[in-house]
Protein backbone atom coordinates (compact mmCIF):
# COMPACT_ATOMS: atom_id res chain seq x y z
CA UNK A 1 0.00 0.00 0.00
CA UNK A 2 1.84 3.24 -1.48
CA UNK A 3 0.32 6.62 -1.44
CA UNK A 4 3.14 8.97 -3.57
CA UNK A 5 3.59 12.67 -3.65
CA UNK A 6 3.15 13.70 -7.75
CA UNK A 7 6.38 15.06 -9.25
CA UNK A 8 5.46 18.80 -10.18
CA UNK A 9 7.73 21.53 -11.56
CA UNK A 10 8.43 24.64 -9.31
CA UNK A 11 6.82 23.05 -6.40
CA UNK A 12 8.75 19.52 -5.40
CA UNK A 13 11.43 20.74 -4.74
CA UNK A 14 13.78 20.55 -1.78
CA UNK A 15 11.99 22.50 0.38
CA UNK A 16 8.13 21.32 -0.04
CA UNK A 17 9.38 18.10 0.42
CA UNK A 18 10.91 19.15 3.20
CA UNK A 19 7.46 19.71 4.62
CA UNK A 20 5.84 17.01 3.42
CA UNK A 21 7.98 14.95 5.18
CA UNK A 22 7.67 16.73 8.87
CA UNK A 23 3.77 16.36 7.88
CA UNK A 24 4.13 12.31 6.30
CA UNK A 25 6.76 9.98 7.44
CA UNK A 26 5.28 7.24 5.09
CA UNK A 27 4.16 9.14 2.26
CA UNK A 28 6.82 8.23 -1.11
CA UNK A 29 8.40 11.70 -2.61
CA UNK A 30 9.30 12.42 -5.79
CA UNK A 31 11.88 15.24 -7.15
CA UNK A 32 10.61 18.04 -9.87
CA UNK A 33 11.11 16.44 -13.31
CA UNK A 34 14.73 16.59 -14.29
CA UNK A 35 16.67 16.95 -17.07
CA UNK A 36 19.49 14.74 -17.71
CA UNK A 37 21.35 17.96 -19.41
CA UNK A 38 20.41 19.75 -16.30
CA UNK A 39 21.68 16.99 -14.05
CA UNK A 40 24.83 16.35 -15.35
CA UNK A 41 25.85 20.11 -15.93
CA UNK A 42 24.33 21.34 -12.82
CA UNK A 43 24.57 21.72 -9.07
CA UNK A 44 21.81 19.21 -8.15
CA UNK A 45 24.55 16.33 -8.96
CA UNK A 46 26.12 17.28 -5.69
CA UNK A 47 22.80 16.76 -3.59
CA UNK A 48 22.76 14.10 -1.23
CA UNK A 49 19.89 12.36 0.42
CA UNK A 50 19.11 12.78 4.14
CA UNK A 51 18.04 10.07 5.95
CA UNK A 52 14.76 11.81 7.44
CA UNK A 53 14.46 12.10 3.21
CA UNK A 54 13.73 8.34 2.48
CA UNK A 55 11.83 6.96 0.51
CA UNK A 56 12.53 9.36 -1.91
CA UNK A 57 12.28 9.14 -6.27
CA UNK A 58 14.14 10.94 -8.80
CA UNK A 59 12.61 12.13 -12.03
CA UNK A 60 14.72 11.92 -14.90
CA UNK A 61 13.69 13.08 -18.43
CA UNK A 62 15.43 13.00 -21.96
CA UNK A 63 16.59 11.77 -25.02
CA UNK A 64 20.32 10.35 -25.05
CA UNK A 65 20.74 6.90 -24.09
CA UNK A 66 24.98 7.86 -23.25
CA UNK A 67 23.87 10.97 -20.72
CA UNK A 68 21.34 8.34 -19.16
CA UNK A 69 23.75 6.22 -18.09
CA UNK A 70 26.15 9.16 -17.23
CA UNK A 71 22.97 10.46 -14.97
CA UNK A 72 22.48 6.88 -13.55
CA UNK A 73 25.88 6.90 -12.04
CA UNK A 74 24.87 10.11 -10.54
CA UNK A 75 21.80 8.99 -8.91
CA UNK A 76 23.13 5.92 -7.80
CA UNK A 77 25.82 7.79 -5.48
CA UNK A 78 23.71 9.98 -4.25
CA UNK A 79 21.43 7.55 -2.44
CA UNK A 80 18.09 7.52 -4.71
CA UNK A 81 15.47 5.22 -3.77
CA UNK A 82 14.07 4.77 -7.57
CA UNK A 83 14.80 6.42 -10.88
CA UNK A 84 11.46 7.35 -12.41
CA UNK A 85 11.61 8.45 -16.21
CA UNK A 86 9.28 11.07 -17.15
CA UNK A 87 7.20 9.72 -20.58
CA UNK A 88 4.22 12.08 -19.87
CA UNK A 89 4.68 15.87 -19.81
CA UNK A 90 2.82 17.50 -22.19
CA UNK A 91 4.80 21.04 -22.28
CA UNK A 92 5.33 22.15 -25.55
CA UNK A 93 9.35 23.08 -24.78
CA UNK A 94 9.94 19.23 -23.50
CA UNK A 95 8.32 18.04 -26.49
CA UNK A 96 10.32 20.39 -28.46
CA UNK A 97 13.67 18.75 -26.73
CA UNK A 98 12.07 15.25 -28.16
CA UNK A 99 11.21 13.65 -24.11
CA UNK A 100 8.11 13.86 -22.01
CA UNK A 101 4.85 12.61 -23.49
CA UNK A 102 5.70 12.82 -27.19
CA UNK A 103 7.88 9.33 -26.24
CA UNK A 104 5.06 7.68 -25.66
CA UNK A 105 5.59 6.57 -29.67
CA UNK A 106 8.82 5.59 -29.27
CA UNK A 107 8.69 2.58 -27.02
CA UNK A 108 11.65 0.69 -28.27
CA UNK A 109 13.74 3.82 -27.72
CA UNK A 110 12.75 3.98 -23.89
CA UNK A 111 13.03 0.69 -23.46
CA UNK A 112 16.85 1.00 -24.40
CA UNK A 113 17.00 3.55 -21.87
CA UNK A 114 15.50 1.43 -19.33
CA UNK A 115 17.78 -1.36 -20.33
CA UNK A 116 20.72 1.14 -20.48
CA UNK A 117 19.89 2.86 -16.55
CA UNK A 118 19.31 -1.12 -15.16
CA UNK A 119 23.18 -2.45 -16.61
CA UNK A 120 24.29 0.91 -14.36
CA UNK A 121 22.72 0.16 -10.61
CA UNK A 122 20.27 -1.83 -8.84
CA UNK A 123 17.76 0.56 -8.14
CA UNK A 124 14.64 0.31 -9.31
CA UNK A 125 13.33 1.72 -12.74
CA UNK A 126 10.08 3.11 -13.22
CA UNK A 127 8.20 5.13 -15.76
CA UNK A 128 5.55 7.96 -15.19
CA UNK A 129 3.14 8.38 -18.29
CA UNK A 130 0.01 8.86 -19.88
CA UNK A 131 -2.74 6.53 -21.57
CA UNK A 132 -1.92 8.01 -25.06
CA UNK A 133 -1.78 11.07 -27.26
CA UNK A 134 -4.44 13.58 -28.66
CA UNK A 135 -8.02 12.42 -28.65
CA UNK A 136 -7.89 8.98 -29.72
CA UNK A 137 -8.71 6.85 -26.97
CA UNK A 138 -7.24 3.53 -28.23
CA UNK A 139 -4.75 1.32 -26.17
CA UNK A 140 -3.10 0.06 -28.84
CA UNK A 141 0.22 2.41 -27.85
CA UNK A 142 0.59 2.32 -24.58
CA UNK A 143 -0.06 -1.54 -24.41
CA UNK A 144 2.96 -1.93 -27.03
CA UNK A 145 4.98 0.60 -24.78
CA UNK A 146 4.30 -1.14 -21.24
CA UNK A 147 5.24 -4.24 -23.37
CA UNK A 148 8.26 -3.30 -24.81
CA UNK A 149 9.28 -1.05 -21.66
CA UNK A 150 8.71 -3.84 -19.42
CA UNK A 151 10.49 -6.34 -21.52
CA UNK A 152 13.53 -4.21 -20.93
CA UNK A 153 13.23 -4.54 -17.24
CA UNK A 154 10.85 -1.95 -16.05
CA UNK A 155 7.77 -3.32 -13.95
CA UNK A 156 6.65 0.05 -11.99
CA UNK A 157 4.68 2.39 -13.89
CA UNK A 158 2.70 5.62 -12.67
CA UNK A 159 -0.31 6.08 -15.26
CA UNK A 160 -1.78 9.49 -15.56
CA UNK A 161 -5.60 8.62 -16.44
CA UNK A 162 -5.90 10.77 -19.08
CA UNK A 163 -4.39 11.08 -22.57
CA UNK A 164 -1.69 14.51 -23.52
CA UNK A 165 -2.68 16.77 -25.99
CA UNK A 166 0.56 17.56 -27.48
CA UNK A 167 -0.49 20.79 -29.83
CA UNK A 168 -3.70 23.15 -29.34
CA UNK A 169 -3.97 23.55 -25.44
CA UNK A 170 -1.75 24.12 -22.80
CA UNK A 171 0.08 22.04 -20.01
CA UNK A 172 -2.22 23.60 -17.18
CA UNK A 173 -5.14 22.84 -19.42
CA UNK A 174 -3.96 19.02 -20.10
CA UNK A 175 -4.61 18.47 -16.62
CA UNK A 176 -8.25 18.82 -16.58
CA UNK A 177 -9.52 18.95 -20.67
CA UNK A 178 -8.64 15.83 -21.63
CA UNK A 179 -11.17 13.18 -19.53
CA UNK A 180 -10.17 11.24 -16.70
CA UNK A 181 -10.57 7.15 -17.84
CA UNK A 182 -9.74 5.41 -15.08
CA UNK A 183 -11.18 2.27 -16.42
CA UNK A 184 -8.34 2.26 -19.21
CA UNK A 185 -6.16 2.26 -16.33
CA UNK A 186 -7.96 -0.68 -14.61
CA UNK A 187 -7.54 -2.56 -18.31
CA UNK A 188 -3.74 -1.82 -18.40
CA UNK A 189 -3.68 -3.64 -14.68
CA UNK A 190 -6.05 -6.50 -16.02
CA UNK A 191 -3.51 -6.68 -18.93
CA UNK A 192 -0.23 -6.54 -17.35
CA UNK A 193 -0.50 -8.00 -13.50
CA UNK A 194 2.70 -8.90 -12.97
CA UNK A 195 4.02 -5.43 -12.96
CA UNK A 196 3.26 -2.67 -10.44
CA UNK A 197 0.74 0.01 -11.57
CA UNK A 198 -0.12 3.05 -9.58
CA UNK A 199 -2.71 5.43 -10.82
CA UNK A 200 -2.51 9.41 -11.04
CA UNK A 201 -5.13 11.87 -11.79
CA UNK A 202 -7.89 13.63 -10.23
CA UNK A 203 -7.79 11.63 -7.18
CA UNK A 204 -8.35 14.21 -4.46
CA UNK A 205 -10.31 12.99 -1.31
CA UNK A 206 -9.68 10.11 0.93
CA UNK A 207 -12.29 7.45 -0.39
CA UNK A 208 -11.35 7.69 -3.49
CA UNK A 209 -8.27 6.90 -2.08
CA UNK A 210 -8.94 4.37 -0.32
CA UNK A 211 -11.16 2.60 -3.26
CA UNK A 212 -7.88 2.96 -5.53
CA UNK A 213 -5.60 1.21 -3.04
CA UNK A 214 -8.01 -1.59 -3.38
CA UNK A 215 -7.45 -2.25 -7.04
CA UNK A 216 -3.79 -0.92 -8.13
CA UNK A 217 -0.60 -0.94 -6.16
CA UNK A 218 -0.26 2.45 -5.32
CA UNK A 219 -2.01 6.11 -5.97
CA UNK A 220 -0.05 9.63 -6.47
CA UNK A 221 -1.43 13.00 -5.84
CA UNK A 222 -0.15 16.08 -6.84
CA UNK A 223 -1.91 19.83 -6.75
CA UNK A 224 -4.45 18.34 -3.65
CA UNK A 225 -1.57 17.93 -1.52
CA UNK A 226 0.27 21.18 -2.80
CA UNK A 227 -2.92 23.39 -2.44
CA UNK A 228 -3.42 21.93 0.73
CA UNK A 229 -0.46 20.13 2.52
CA UNK A 230 -2.22 19.52 5.86
CA UNK A 231 -4.36 16.55 3.74
CA UNK A 232 -1.35 14.40 4.43
CA UNK A 233 -2.52 14.37 7.86
CA UNK A 234 -5.79 12.49 7.04
CA UNK A 235 -3.75 10.54 4.20
CA UNK A 236 -1.34 10.06 7.60
CA UNK A 237 -4.30 9.09 10.09
CA UNK A 238 -6.75 6.98 7.63
CA UNK A 239 -4.32 5.19 5.41
CA UNK A 240 -1.51 5.05 7.42
CA UNK A 241 -3.32 4.68 10.87
CA UNK A 242 -0.73 7.06 12.00
CA UNK A 243 -2.82 8.40 15.06
CA UNK A 244 -0.01 11.26 16.36
CA UNK A 245 -1.28 14.71 16.88
CA UNK A 246 0.73 18.30 15.94
CA UNK A 247 -0.56 21.80 15.52
CA UNK A 248 0.20 23.99 12.38
CA UNK A 249 2.68 25.93 14.37
CA UNK A 250 4.95 22.52 15.08
CA UNK A 251 5.08 22.06 11.58
CA UNK A 252 6.75 25.17 10.84
CA UNK A 253 8.92 25.01 13.99
CA UNK A 254 9.64 22.00 12.89
CA UNK A 255 10.65 22.95 9.36
CA UNK A 256 12.75 25.69 10.70
CA UNK A 257 14.89 24.07 12.76
CA UNK A 258 15.76 21.99 9.61
CA UNK A 259 16.47 24.60 7.47
CA UNK A 260 20.69 24.88 7.34
CA UNK A 261 21.94 28.29 7.00
CA UNK A 262 22.38 28.35 3.27
CA UNK A 263 18.39 27.00 2.84
CA UNK A 264 17.15 29.73 5.59
CA UNK A 265 19.60 32.64 3.53
CA UNK A 266 17.16 31.89 0.37
CA UNK A 267 13.79 33.28 1.87
CA UNK A 268 11.86 33.27 -0.71
CA UNK A 269 12.13 29.54 -1.89
CA UNK A 270 12.29 28.54 1.61
CA UNK A 271 8.85 30.13 2.41
CA UNK A 272 6.77 30.35 -0.29
CA UNK A 273 5.45 26.53 -0.07
CA UNK A 274 4.28 27.61 3.50
CA UNK A 275 1.67 29.85 2.05
CA UNK A 276 -1.26 27.43 2.12
CA UNK A 277 -0.65 25.57 5.93
CA UNK A 278 -3.51 28.35 6.87
CA UNK A 279 -5.67 28.43 3.80
CA UNK A 280 -9.16 28.27 4.42
CA UNK A 281 -9.06 29.47 8.33
CA UNK A 282 -9.44 32.98 9.61
CA UNK A 283 -5.59 33.35 9.70
CA UNK A 284 -4.97 33.02 6.09
CA UNK A 285 -4.73 36.70 5.15
CA UNK A 286 -2.69 37.46 8.38
CA UNK A 287 -0.12 34.53 7.42
CA UNK A 288 0.46 35.42 4.05
CA UNK A 289 0.93 39.05 5.06
CA UNK A 290 3.46 37.40 7.26
CA UNK A 291 5.15 35.49 4.95
CA UNK A 292 5.39 38.33 2.31
CA UNK A 293 6.98 40.58 5.01
CA UNK A 294 9.82 38.19 5.90
CA UNK A 295 10.66 37.48 2.18
CA UNK A 296 10.87 41.15 1.55
CA UNK A 297 12.24 42.97 4.20
CA UNK A 298 15.83 41.90 6.37
CA UNK A 299 13.93 39.78 8.69
CA UNK A 300 15.71 36.59 9.93
CA UNK A 301 13.76 33.74 8.69
CA UNK A 302 13.22 32.75 12.61
CA UNK A 303 11.31 35.62 12.89
CA UNK A 304 8.47 33.60 11.37
CA UNK A 305 7.34 32.20 15.10
CA UNK A 306 6.12 35.86 15.57
CA UNK A 307 3.44 35.01 14.41
CA UNK A 308 2.57 32.84 16.85
CA UNK A 309 3.06 35.98 19.33
CA UNK A 310 1.15 38.58 17.61
CA UNK A 311 -1.73 36.02 17.18
CA UNK A 312 -1.93 34.87 20.28
CA UNK A 313 -4.69 31.80 19.77
CA UNK A 314 -5.60 28.00 20.76
CA UNK A 315 -4.97 26.13 18.35
CA UNK A 316 -6.39 22.48 18.01
CA UNK A 317 -4.36 19.57 17.40
CA UNK A 318 -3.80 17.65 14.49
CA UNK A 319 -4.52 14.30 14.78
CA UNK A 320 -1.79 12.41 12.56
CA UNK A 321 2.07 12.19 12.04
Known amino acids: MKVFLAPMVGRTDKY ?27 NFK ?3 IKETEHPLVIQLAGDDKDK ?21 CPSSKVVKGG ?15 VAAIKSQTQIPVSIKTRLGLGYDHDLKNIIEFIQKTSAAGCDIYYIHARNAILSGISTRK ?17 LFPQINIHINGGI ?11 IYDGVMIGRKIYDNPLFLTEIENIIFSNKNSFSIKDIVCEYISQLDSEEASNKQYALKHLTNLYKGTQLSKKWRIHLHNLINTRQSIDNIRNFYVEN ?6 INCS
Open 312 to 317: NYEEKK
Open 204 to 214: NNIDEIKNMLN
Open 174 to 190: NRSIPPLRYHDVLKLKE
Open 16 to 42: FRKLARIISPNIVLFTEMITIDSLIRG
Open 99 to 113: FGACQIEEPAKVAEY
Open 46 to 48: KYL
Open 68 to 88: FIECTKIVSDQGFDEINLNIG
